[in-house]
């Protein structure tokens, strides 16, 4: 068994590597002074430069976390290496052969995991390709590639293959050359079952996953065939010693230089919507690679396009489809926000369609078009949280402003935060100073504070408890009293109402949430119209359309006294409470046209906005009218 390297192969590795063209692999790095430069350290998280190098000296240190070495610890370090493994990999970059103390090379079976990993993934991947352009088996992919406009040369380009269906044609081709099933087990290109070693990939389209020094590390693979016996669309490697799912990102090897050039990095969401990126002029575009994109993908990012200048930030622009799906998305790229110091986009295109549909249909010129129509991904954030809810309705809008405060509210960029809670009043139709105190006190609240509760609904061991009862109406309030005593007409006198401005009243017309239910009842019977003339059988019919918590209350409106007898006093009394509460009612109905003009003013809509107007035009005249009815 040979030993330990030779002490001159050692030193030869040292001399004849250039420490900065390793570390750049890397990190991206610029010039920090006299003989050295500096970058943002792999190996913890940082917002300022503080990992420096010393090329004259082939050392580099980190003054953040304290970490530092030769070229040979750096590469130990950064992919997990022993030593010998990395004097081995340092030594195959610069064309050195590797001796050992007890003479000899070392042989096959003893080279360094990650190196033999590698070399099987490299075989692996020029193997499908092959199988792409010559097994008559890969028809279906290459008719898929070409119907998303992928010729010959882009699927050249970026080592799209093809994974015969047999089940055993890869394995036996490596063994051929020489890999043990250990290894292509351990690497993820076989798999073990009772009968032996076979084919993980099978009668599938191959996407090689490369690191970011172009090493093919892992594959990505998509469903061609109905019979496939797996049904997931697409297929990845497991994490192995050399795949890591959380920290890899499809096309970054192909990326890097554009990404660090122009300090930007565009996310998409697939293998194609890369390939149909890069091939329409977007050299900045990359994938996750079967997960969403998380923190070690962002400091995979940080550190290529230098994201440590707050002054003239970079840029990570999302791409999301425009479904819930795509939505969510977007929302959990924009809690992982803080941890850049670069600006954070989204780009959606309004239709729907992802990059590589997009370029089908509309040609390379559009997906330009679409990343360069970006909006700040919190601006998509507020839209999103508060398009949930209806505007149309003040609950609605409350519960759309409490929503989207702590959005605002977590806005980097401190002094952005007021212009937003500005467009914030004018999307969901609030006073602007309303919304600028909801936003500061989402600033204020703890984190925890603003974990969502689960619902009953989420948990199978809640008992529905059934309806709430309705509050008692506090009688304490002169508008609420005002309701009951015009409810109380209604049930008992409902001659002195009259019929058809009543039933005109909006559905929140009433404050009290019990007079809502039995106005409610009223408009289920047809509104006072269908009384009658004799009135008989009035206050049963609108107790049976009453829901169950609202029924007892119904029979209380219908025998409680009311503080007048005679017909002349009901008439008055009735008369003053159907003007008061049609006027309260007119007056909520144009503070929700205003909100409404405001909302469609901020998105543009001018139709909607003179539609809005000539209905804010009759709500004045409405109230102009019962003004002079009461004067």
Known sequence: MPGRIKADVVAAVKERTAIEDVVRDHVTLRSGGAGSLKGLCPFHDEKSPSFNVRPTLGVWHCFGCGEGGDVISFIQKVDHLTFGDAVERLADRAGIPVEYDEGGARPREE???????????????????????????????????????????????????????????????????????????????????????????????????????????????????????????????????????????????????????????????????????????????????????????????????????????????????????????????????????????????????????????????????????????????IATTIARFDLNTAEGRVQGLRAAAPVVAQIKDRSLRPEYARRLAGLVGIDVEEARRAVAAAGRAEPAGRRPVPSAAASPDVVDPGPEPLPRPDVREPAVAMERQLLQCVLQAPRVIEPHEFDALGEDAFVAPAHREVHRAVRAVGGLETVGEAGEGWVERVSLAASDVARPYVTDLAVAALPVVDDDGLVKLGRSLQVEVARRDLLRRKADVHSRMQRLDAAGDAVGYRAALVEGVVVDERLRALAVEQD
């Not at 792409?132 to 970026?158: H, K, M």
């Not at 622009?317 to 600006?343: I, P, Y």
């Open 111 to 381: 080279v360094g995991r990650r190196s033999r990993l590698l070399e099987a993934n490299r075989v692996a991947e020029q193997f499908y390709a092959e199988q792409l352009t010559g097994n008559p088996e890969s028809v279906p992919g290459r008719r898929f590639l070409a119907e998303r406009g992928f010729d010959r040369a882009a699927a050249e380009r970026f080592g799209v293959g093809f994974a015969p269906r047999s089940g055993e044609a890869l394995t036996n081709h490596l063994r051929s050359k020489g890999f043990s099933d250990d290894d292509l087990v351990l690497v993820g290109l076989s798999g073990r079952g009772s009968r032996g070693l076979y084919d993980r990939f099978r009668g599938r389209l191959l996407w090689p996953i490369r690191d970011i020094t172009g090493d093919c590390v892992g594959f990505g693979a998509r469903r061609l065939f109905d019979d496939d016996r797996i049904d997931a669309k697409y297929l990845n490697t497991s994490d192995t010693p050399l795949f890591k799912k959380s920290q890899v990102l499809y096309g970054l090897d192909l990326a890097k230089k554009a990404v660090s050039t122009k300090r930007q990095a565009v996310v998409v969401e697939g293998y194609t919507d890369v390939m149909a990126c890069h091939l329409a002029g977007v050299g900045t575009a990359v994938a996750t690679c079967g997960t969403a994109f998380g923190a070690d993908h962002i400091k995979v990012v940080r550190r290529i396009m230098r994201d440590d200048d707050e002054v003239h930030p970079a840029e990570v622009v999302f791409t999301f489809d425009g479904d819930a799906a795509g939505q969510k998305a977007a929302l959990r790229a924009f809690a992982e926000d803080q941890r850049f110091v670069s600006q954070t986009y989204v780009a959606v295109e309004p239709g729907g369609m992802d990059p590589c549909e997009l370029r089908q249909q509309r040609g390379d010129e559009a997906v330009r078009g679409l990343v360069e129509s970006r909006v700040p991904l919190f601006e998509f954030a």
